[in-house]
T-cell receptor
Framework: QKEVEQDPGPLSVPEGAIVSLNCTYS??????FMWYRQYSRKGPELLMY????GNKEDGRFTAQVDKSSKYISLFIRDSQPSDSATYLC????????????FGKGITLSVRP | NAGVMQNPRHLVRRRGQEARLRCSPM?????VYWYRQLPEEGLKFMVY????????ESGMPKERFSAEFPKEGPSILRIQQVVRGDSAAYFC?????????????FGQGTRLTVV
C-alpha cells in the first residue's frame, strides 16, 4: 500500500461547479497536510495547509483533514477556468526530517 | 525578492554523460530539498540539505546521484552516467526554517531528457 493515495483523474467540471479532491494515507505520523497546485510546466505552488485534524477555509478553497479516517479533502467552490491545473496532496511529519510525501496528483479542467 | 531559481530549465544529455542541476534558494533560506517527478508520478523526495550538510538523503538512488549545498553558491544535484530512466522533472524547494514545509517554496524545475 502506498503511503499516500490520491483519486485518479482527470476530472472535468463546468464553470461554477463545486470540486472535491481527496487523498488517503497510511502513515499515522503525518501531522501537516498540504494541497499544492501545479500548472503545466511549472513548479508546485502551496495552496493551503492544515496541521492535524480540522477544517481550514481560504476564499473559495476549503481543506479538511480527518485523521481518524486518514482522509483529507480539498473543496473548490464556484470553480473557474483559471483553476484548471494539477492538484497534489502532500503530507509530512512534524519532526526534524520534514520531507514531503506527495500523492500522484489529479488534473482538473474547468470548462467555461 | 526573486523566488527559488533553478537552472537550466531544460537539459538534454546523451546516455553516459553527466547532468548538473542548480538551485539557488530564496534570499535568507538555508534549507534546500530536491524532489523528482517522473512522468505520470507524483513528486518523490530525494534529499534534504542545509548549508554544507546533507541532513537526509534517504530518497537518493544509491549510485550515480549526489547533492551538495556549499557555503557559497547554489545547491547542485549531480547525476553521473545518466540513463534513460533519469529523464524527469527535478524540483528544488527552499525554506528558511528547519522542519517548516509550510514556508517552503518550489522552483520551476529542471526538465532532464536523456537521449
Amino acid at each position: 500500500q502506498k503511503e499516500v493515495e490520491q483519486d485518479p483523474g482527470p476530472l472535468s467540471v463546468p464553470e461554477g461547479a463545486i470540486v472535491s479532491l481527496n487523498c488517503t494515507y497510511s502513515n499515522s505520523a503525518f501531522q501537516y497536510f498540504m494541497w499544492y497546485r501545479q500548472y503545466s510546466r511549472k513548479g508546485p505552488e502551496l495552496l493551503m495547509y492544515t496541521y492535524s485534524s480540522g477544517n481550514k477555509e481560504d476564499g473559495r478553497f476549503t481543506a479538511q483533514v480527518d485523521k481518524s479516517s486518514k482522509y483529507i479533502s480539498l473543496f473548490i467552490r464556484d470553480s473557474q477556468p483559471s483553476d484548471s491545473a494539477t492538484y497534489l496532496c502532500a503530507m509530512s511529519g512534524s519532526g526534524a526530517n520534514s520531507k514531503l510525501t506527495f500523492g500522484k496528483g489529479i488534473t482538473l479542467s474547468v470548462r467555461p | 525578492n526573486a523566488g527559488v531559481m533553478q537552472n537550466p530549465r531544460h537539459l538534454v544529455r546523451r546516455r553516459g554523460q553527466e547532468a548538473r542541476l542548480r538551485c539557488s534558494p530564496m534570499k535568507g533560506h538555508s534549507h534546500v530539498y530536491w524532489y523528482r517527478q517522473l512522468p505520470e508520478e507524483g513528486l518523490k523526495f530525494m534529499v534534504y540539505l542545509q548549508k554544507e550538510n546533507i541532513i537526509d538523503e534517504s530518497g537518493m538512488p544509491k549510485e550515480r546521484f549526489s547533492a551538495e549545498f556549499p557555503k557559497e553558491g547554489p545547491s547542485i544535484l549531480r547525476i553521473q552516467q545518466v540513463v534513460r530512466g533519469d529523464s524527469a522533472a527535478y524540483f528544488c524547494a527552499s525554506s528558511p526554517t528547519k522542519g517548516r514545509n509550510t514556508e517552503a517554496f518550489f522552483g520551476q524545475g529542471t526538465r532532464l531528457t536523456v537521449v
